[in-house]
């Protein structure tokens, strides 16, 4: 038996080039694209009519498929590190399609880039260790055991032979049923996305070739002379940038649970209708400090030209990004920035993360230093980021019980995951309001505080979790988000009335860099005032 083992272990079992091929091909196809399959064949049935024969031929058509581009991307010569590589990768990527409903493209790509480890260690736990070792170290290392025999040579003929014979099988199928698969994938191109390793290949190449393959654009300065409108008196603005809270669990939208019970106290004005630009931070918090919308937003172009911030702070106005998230995302590339590191040593830190609480005393700290007439402040929350959803307040906070104090969330039920990520809001409507009275203390003319999220969240409807799903195809828990405004020029009551009569209008990120603009009284050639929130009420004042 000991013998067996041992020989089991050490010793390798010999194929041919297009044998390793389709071999792992086939286990590709079968262990990790199930879904796909399985998403094919109810788009395909949806109508009623089944044609069998087309929907048998979906399975080797991928494969086919799948022999080559693993073949083209081995180049016959890096035969194993490529397709055991994809393997593992493979396990990643279904763990999370399967268990959170993510969908890789180059929006998602690029977020997962820029994630710092703290947001990839909260990812972690056994359930997903237990998979991949199944479902990828295991499958790696019996497929290592494999000795490709042949030279040169031979692999070549090997490889020709194999990428013919894939060829026409594709064409042997494409042809016969080329109306089927036409009409299946017009009707549902999301279906494509859920092709694995590929459309993780094919997202990796778009944002390495945007990122670090096309030419670096000219910096533009979009306004040379901004100017403030008034230079006499004195005004604080506080720009708060939500993390991942979506408009559905607020009560202020009206939610049936007491999520918001601070600030409405405060009399702050709440928006129902707002949409993200995108459904990562990524995307979204670059997004809604560029001059482009959603529709033409670009992250290269944008990041190659100025953004509200740069224009607000040429004005003269003393501009300040505190951060207690991953980054700004680039946006406060240009500006005094402060990225609160968690030490252990601050009561309000673990070593990982800060609770919000800490910004309060960033800003109050903020204005008791500062001389300037003028100031913005942008504060970065890391408000109800997951999947650790529980580790963004504090014990005592925890309104909603019991909650989920895992990783994993779709392993907790319904009930404790609503009840953790509502904790969140509520925590989220606590630093708000301290925030609001940090502004009510100030010596400032003026004084404003707007908060919005970046995007919003799912929480297990229609099989999802988290955030990222590609926008056009994202469900509102997505990308409807919060919009929450005070100041203290509410006190009027005509301007009071005219900002209820916008906050049940449309609105989303488009909006945000003209209304920073009028809230900081910035005068500029990139000024739309038809996108400016506020633009109707500018005229009323204390």
Request: charged letters at 15%.
């Amino acid at each position: 038996m000991k013998i067996a083992f041992k020989r089991f272990c050490i010793s390798s079992w010999q194929v041919s080039y297009s044998q390793f091929v389709c071999l792992v091909s086939i286990y590709i196809v079968i262990a990790f694209n199930g879904l796909f399959l399985y998403n094919t064949f109810m788009a395909a049935t949806q109508s009623g009519h089944i044609n069998w024969l087309f929907i048998a031929s979906v399975p080797l058509l991928l494969f086919s498929l799948t022999v080559l581009v693993l073949s083209w991307l081995s180049l016959i010569t890096f035969v194993k590190p490529i397709l055991l590589f994809s393997v593992l990768v493979c396990s990643l990527l279904f763990y999370s399609t399967l268990n959170y409903g993510v969908i890789f493209d180059k929006s998602m790509l690029q977020n997962i880039v820029e994630t710092n480890s703290g947001e990839a260690f909260s990812y972690l736990n056994f359930q997903l260790v237990l998979f991949i070792f199944l479902l990828g170290v295991v499958p790696t290392y019996l497929f290592s055991k494999f000795t490709i025999i042949g030279s040169f040579r031979v692999r070549l003929k090997s490889f020709t032979k194999l990428n013919l014979s894939a060829l026409l099988c594709c064409a042997l199928i494409a042809v016969p049923f080329y109306k089927e698969y036409a009409s299946v994938g017009r009707n549902n191109r999301q279906l494509t996305s859920y092709i694995t390793p590929f459309a993780f290949y094919t997202a990796s190449y778009k944002y390495l070739r945007d990122n670090y393959f096309y030419p670096p654009l000219p910096f533009k300065v979009l306004d040379n002379l901004p100017t403030l409108k008034n230079k006499t008196s004195t005004s604080l603005t506080v720009m708060v940038v939500g993390e991942t809270a979506r408009a559905a669990n607020f009560s202020l939208q009206g939610y049936s649970r007491a999520t918001n019970t601070y600030t409405p106290k405060l009399g702050v004005k709440y928006f129902s209708d707002v949409s993200s630009c995108g459904t990562a931070t990524a995307i979204s918090v670059p997004c809604m400090f560029s001059r482009l919308n959603r529709k033409e937003y670009d992250s290269r172009l944008a990041s190659s030209q100025e953004n509200a911030l740069d224009i607000i702070q040429r004005s003269g106005v003393e501009v300040t990004w505190i951060d207690n998230n991953s980054s700004c995302k680039g946006v406060c590339a240009r500006i005094k920035s402060d990225n609160i590191e968690p030490n252990k040593e601050h009561p309000l830190c673990d070593g990982h993360y800060c609770f919000d609480e800490i910004l309060v005393t960033k800003l109050a700290d903020k204005i008791a230093t500062s001389n300037a007439k003028h100031k913005l402040v942008v504060l970065h929350m890391i408000g109800s980021h997951g999947p650790t959803y529980y580790r963004r307040y504090p014990e005592h906070e925890s309104l909603f019980k019991p909650d989920c104090s895992r990783s994993d969330i779709q392993n907790c039920s319904t009930t404790e995951l609503t009840n953790t990520y509502d904790n969140t809001i509520a925590y989220t409507d606590k630093v708000l309001s301290q925030l609001i009275k940090v502004l009510q203390a100030s010596n400032e003319t003026k004084k404003s505080l707007l908060y919005v999220s970046d995007h919003g969240e799912s929480l297990g409807e229609k099989g999802l979790y988290l955030h990222g799903f590609p926008y056009a195809l994202a469900p509102s828990e997505q990308t409807h988000i919060p919009m929450i405004f005070w100041s203290n020029k509410l006190a009027n009551s005509k301007f009071n009335h005219c900002i209820e009569l916008q906050r049940s209008k449309v609105f989303s990120h488009d909006n945000i860099f003209d209304t920073l603009l009028g809230l900081t009284q910035v005068s500029s050639s990139q000024y739309q005032p038809e996108y400016d929130i506020f633009n109707a009420c500018k005229a009323l004042s204390l």
